[in-house]
Each structure stands twice: as structure tokens, then as C-alpha cells.
């Protein structure tokens, strides 16, 4: 069954740096999307993708946050200068098409620890 | 805004029992209401979904879940649960917009005693 990837499953950085998460959807599918959940709090919406932009993001979702579809099968999500704050598991998640009906299928998850 | 409202933080219920995970939301249109399950170290799995219809929803794994527009609400059930059930569990609700993202509760940690 296909499923969505990503990796790496845990990223340790210094406050600052930049990092690069990434995922790669169910290969037929159109929408795009970042959660993210800090520990013992909810899962809370970032930004979502599509026809190669934006079309929704949340508060959360800075200039400090980018994403990107680089080739065609990768969806990244990059954090320039990382904060303590931005600790979180990080999920993608993707889903076929526009209708109710398509729900989205999540990846395992990136925990990013910033220390 | 949507929001959804999980009030129990964590259950325990024996194995064998039934089980039910409480679910309200708040959205001005008809929602799209999903519950999803984590294991540890896992993705957000769905159980099952509603979006128009019949109002009682089955789902994976034995489960199913009931909407009421009335209490605003979209309980999830088990009529009896099996150890492997322990796992968070996450309702959401999903924007009537083409993004259709998802605003999701706070979780409920289920645990199962043999």
C-alpha cells in the first residue's frame, strides 16, 4: 500500500541553523501538507501545497518557513534560523484531490530537537 | 474558526469493555469530521470519516462514530476494545475550502488493562 516517507525521523540542531525536513507523498497525489505538534500539545496545521504554491498556511507558518516541490516526488519544509520553540514532531501529509471525500494520509513524523 | 474539543485527556478501560472517545467541534458550515489514531512512533492513522449521510460511520479496526449536528458532536466507539487499541486518538474537523486543512483536538491516550 503506498504511504507517505519521511526523513529524517529525528534531527538534532543548534538554535539558528537552518534544516531541511522532508517528505516524499503517495505518488498520485495533488495536495500537499505540514503539521506540526509540540510535546503534549495539538497537532496544529501549517501550510498546505498545491499546483506548485502555497494556498493556505497558518499563523505559525513565518519567513522563517519555506517550502518547496524540487522535483517533482520531494515536498521539503526548511526552517532558516531554527528557535528553541520550533522543537516538534513534524508531519507531511498528502492527499489525492480536492473533493470532501479524498482524506489526507500522513508520514511517521520528524522530531526535530533544538537545542 | 473551527476548533474541536476532546475533554478527556486520557482513558482506561479493560480489555474486552467498550469504549467510547468524546468529540465536540465548532464550525459555522457542515463538517467534515475525521478521527484518527497514533501509535508510538507512528503517523496519524484514519479510522473513519463523515462527511454527508448516514450519520453513524463505521470505520477500521471495529470502530465507528456518530454525528450529531444537535450536540455538535462526533463520539467514537468500540464495542469492545483489544490491547492493541492503546494509542492517542485525534478527532479533527476539515476546512469547506480547496486546502481543506485540518484542525484537530488535543488527543485522547487510551490504555488498556488485560
Known amino acids: 500500500e503506498p504511504e507517505v516517507t519521511q526523513t529524517p525521523s529525528h534531527q538534532v540542531t543548534q538554535m539558528g541553523q537552518e534544516v531541511i525536513l522532508r517528505c516524499v507523498p503517495i505518488s498520485n497525489h495533488l495536495y500537499f501538507y505540514w503539521y506540526r505538534q509540540i510535546l503534549g500539545q495539538k497537532v496544529e496545521f501549517l501550510v498546505s501545497f498545491y499546483n506548485n504554491e502555497i494556498s493556505e498556511k497558518s499563523e505559525i507558518f513565518d519567513d522563517q518557513f519555506s517550502v518547496e516541490r524540487p522535483d517533482g516526488s520531494n515536498f521539503t519544509l526548511k526552517i532558516r534560523s531554527t528557535k528553541l520553540e520550533d522543537s516538534a514532531m513534524y508531519f507531511c501529509?498528502?492527499?489525492?484531490?480536492?473533493?470532501?471525500?479524498?482524506?489526507?494520509?500522513f508520514g511517521p513524523g520528524t522530531r526535530l530537537t533544538v537545542l | 474558526a473551527q476548533s474541536v474539543t476532546q475533554p478527556d485527556i486520557h482513558i482506561t478501560v479493560s480489555e474486552g469493555a467498550s469504549l467510547e472517545l468524546r468529540c465536540n467541534y465548532s464550525y459555522g458550515a457542515t463538517p467534515y469530521l475525521f478521527w484518527y489514531v497514533q501509535s508510538p512512533g507512528q503517523g496519524l492513522q484514519l479510522l473513519l470519516k463523515y462527511f454527508s449521510g448516514d450519520t453513524l460511520v463505521q470505520g477500521i479496526k471495529g470502530f465507528e462514530a456518530e454525528f450529531k449536528r444537535s450536540q455538535s458532536s462526533f463520539n467514537l466507539r468500540k464495542p469492545s476494545v483489544h490491547w492493541s487499541d492503546a494509542a492517542e486518538y485525534f478527532c479533527?474537523?476539515?476546512?469547506?475550502?480547496?486546502?481543506?486543512?485540518?484542525?484537530f483536538g488535543s488527543g485522547t491516550q487510551l490504555t488498556v488493562l488485560p
Open positions: 501529509a498528502s492527499r489525492q484531490g480536492g473533493g470532501p471525500q479524498n482524506e489526507q494520509f
Open positions: 479533527a474537523v476539515g476546512t469547506s475550502g480547496s486546502a481543506r486543512q485540518l484542525t
